[in-house]
């Protein structure tokens, strides 16, 4: 089999992987009837999860949602090589977001499973860049600047990574996918947080006419 049609074979599988309902899983296993698209946020990951079901249910979800992107990097590292595990990673990230018949998460979780398959030596950068942002006072949603800013640096660094060769224990040759795969699930991501964005200022405004109206 040629290269080609066995990166389609590993961003399928990638996508399968991104498809798992997590946070659905988790809901049931939590009990109480939970429905997490339709409580909280509406937003099937692990913050919603913490909030509806408490912290230690939004951990599991955390963990689940990590551990997809790296067994689809994993998985993908089978079918296609390093090549196959950054194609992999990346869907699972998009199918995470974008799932067939649902509501899907932001991602973000995912792609540090993506990070862990794929570059995991770049993790504790990533995470730094991340938190260090999300701490900084003059951001108003400082969770989506700390995630913007991480994926940036993750673009750039994982460029580098691939342009001047550098060592990637555990995360296989760092071929031109590395930071194509970085740049995808990051847009994405992005793409998510937008749309989410809109959906709650969608929302405030609507309870604000209504709540005007009741008046």
Same mark, same amino acid.
């Given at each position: !089999? ?35 698209? !339709? ?7 692990? !913050? ?41 990673? *990346? ?29 995991? #030596? ?20 400082? *969770?989506?600047?700390? *995630? ?10 994982? *460029? ?21 795969? #970085? ?33």
């Amino acid at each position: !089999m040629t290269h080609s049609p066995r990166l389609l074979i590993a961003g399928f599988v990638g996508y399968l992987f991104g498809n798992l309902p997590s946070a659905g899983i988790v809901a049931r296993l939590a009990g109480g009837g939970h429905d997490l698209t !339709m409580e909280g946020t509406g937003n099937p990951g692990a !913050m919603n999860a913490a909030t509806v079901l408490g912290a230690k249910w939004g951990a599991v979800v955390s963990t689940a949602d990590i551990a997809k992107g790296a067994a689809a990097a994993a998985a993908g590292r089978r079918v296609a090589g390093s090549d196959g595990a950054n194609v992999a990673a *990346t869907a699972a990230v998009i199918g995470h977001c974008h799932p067939i018949g649902r509501r899907g998460g932001k991602g973000v979780a995912t792609s540090v499973g993506q990070v862990i398959g794929t570059v995991p #030596a770049y993790l504790p950068l990533d995470a730094a860049v991340a938190f260090g942002t999300a701490k900084l006072p003059w951001f108003r949603s400082r *969770t989506r600047a700390g *995630t913007h800013a991480g994926s940036a640096v993750w673009v750039v660094v994982t *460029t580098l990574w691939w342009r001047r060769r550098w060592p990637n224990p555990g995360g296989g040759e760092p071929t031109w996918l590395l930071p194509v795969g #970085a740049a995808v699930s990051s847009a994405v991501i992005a793409g998510r947080f937008r749309a989410e964005a809109a959906r709650v200022a969608a929302f405030t405004e609507t309870a604000g006419s209504v709540d005007e109206v009741a008046r």
